[in-house]
């Protein structure tokens, strides 16, 4: 016999125990597309504890799509022993130019993140930062669909050791940083130096660069990262994603081991 309430429990009592094993973390990640997912798995594989939260119901950003709903994605050499890694298949196209289906790329990320132990809470919006004595402590996180029906509500915390923005061209978290607070980002103005113009070769070097820590214990990873220190997007080429996926897991990985 099947009944209603046991499968509300399970639910229920699952998710809770998820998010209350998820309150404090050695990373949280804002944004599940390529670069948070890239950045998760290698944090998880090194045995960190990682979390992603991602605003949207489904993973993978801006990654789905390809290039204006052409499914496919292009990454270059680097990209492609990333995605290899990961188990994504891909088809070289010239020389230095390597395609992939954007649905396998993505599932397939996701999966190995979630295996790898990296858990990741879809339909939550990442509202805030937590800062204590000039130091980013957290993330302040609140349901999506609050957010959309914009309904006062007030949000919940989390603490993590790190965290790395991850959440594309908008730049929400050093946005709002900057807003609220008298800070001083690492980048050479002091704040957001804004994203520029497509450039796809300038980019790809960019995004991998410009992954680095902005402000105390947080960092930017993938589109986000250029537009924090000024660089121009890329488009539908995705290796510089993954790579600043896992540079930000390197950086971070130095820092908590030091
Ligand atoms: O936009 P997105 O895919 O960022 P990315 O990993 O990759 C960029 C590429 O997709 C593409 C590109 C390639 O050359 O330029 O645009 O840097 O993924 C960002 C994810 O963050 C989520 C958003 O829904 C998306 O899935 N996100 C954004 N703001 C928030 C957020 C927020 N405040 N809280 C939670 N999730």
Redesign the pocket.
Known sequence: MLDDITVSRAIIETYTKKLLDSLEMDVAI???????LCAAYYLAQAGRKVAI????LS?????WGGGMMFNEIVVGSEGRTILEEFGVRTIEYRDGYHTADAVEAVTTMASKAMHAGARIFNL????DLMVVNEQVEGLVLNWSAVEMAGLHVDPVTVRAKFVVE?????L??LETLVKKNNVRLFTPSGGIEGERSMHAEIGERTVVENTKEVYHNLYV????ANAAFGAP??????G??LQSGRKVADLILERLSS
């Open positions: 804002a944004g599940a597309g390529p670069a948070g939260w991602e605003r949207k993973l993978g950003g801006g990654m939550v919006s990442v509202e991850a959440t594309g061209h908008p929400e978290l990873a993938g589109m986000a997007r890329m488009g539908p080429i995705f510089g994603m």
